[in-house]
């Protein structure tokens, strides 16, 4: 089956634009999750949507940074006026059940954003 | 506090020897989850493994290996007979349930070389 995707798959924008990152989960899967990977670092945890509820938003990083998820759908990471650290590969995963469930989580391919 | 440690930055190896990859992880949590993620040279993060805290029977699927110790709060990863495909950076990452297991926390990645 379709796995999670990503869009764009890169991304080149100049310091202080907006971008807004795509993604589509695998279907059925209630969690979705916003990480971002700096070039040869780990992952940094970003945002999580379980369902309806309200989203878990301890990893944003500034309030320059937002994201959004209608349902159990399509989610959309924004960033207002970039900065050029905050260039990474944003990496989209999701999976099934919630809290404490700890399912295995499912990568997309990424959206690699570069600030110039 | 970091909460998973990989001390191995980059390993390489001769195709067919064995090779692995500690992870040591701190947590206060009684139940959690550890997994183990696969990133290949194309960037997509591939689910290999997840243990919880209660198990702790080694698992075995193939050429990997997985030796869970909560002793040394340990959770280390063997691959035996390296193969060249298997060149990729190699993520151990917890699931603590008390946070309600909404995010995972990764260690930094041991780049894994298989030289053919």
């Known amino acids: 089956g379709a796995g999670v995707s990503q869009s764009p798959s890169n991304k080149v924008t100049e310091k202080g634009k907006d971008v807004e990152l795509r993604c589509d989960p695998i279907?059925?899967?209630?969690?979705l999750y916003w990480y971002r990977q700096r070039l040869g670092q780990g992952l940094e945890f970003l945002i999580y949507?379980?369902?309806?509820?309200?989203?878990?938003k301890s990893g944003l990083p500034s309030d320059r940074f937002s994201a959004e998820r209608t349902g159990e759908s399509v989610s959309t990471l924004t960033i207002q006026r970039t900065q050029q650290e905050d260039s990474a590969v944003y990496l989209c995963a999701s999976s099934l059940g919630g809290p404490r469930a700890a399912y295995e989580q499912y990568f997309g391919p990424g959206t690699r954003l570069t600030v110039t | 506090a970091q909460k998973v440690t990989q001390a191995q930055t980059e390993i390489s190896v001769v195709e067919k020897e064995d090779v692995t990859l500690d992870c040591v992880y701190e947590t206060r949590d009684t139940t959690y989850y550890l997994f183990w993620y696969k990133q290949p040279p194309s960037g997509e993060l591939v689910f290999l493994i997840r243990?919880?805290?209660?198990?702790?029977q080694n698992e075995i699927s193939g050429r990997y290996s997985w030796n869970f110790q909560k002793s040394t709060s340990s959770f280390n990863f063997t691959i035996t007979a390296s193969q060249v495909v298997d060149s990729a950076v190699y993520f151990c990452?917890?699931?603590?349930?008390?946070?309600?297991?909404?995010?995972?926390?990764f260690g930094t990645g041991t780049r894994l070389t298989v030289i053919p």
């Open positions: 990452a917890l699931s603590e349930a008390l946070t309600g297991a909404n995010n995972l926390f």
């Open positions: 279907s059925g899967h209630t969690a």
């Open positions: 949507f379980q369902g309806n509820s309200a989203p878990d």
């Open positions: 243990r919880n805290s209660f198990d702790e």
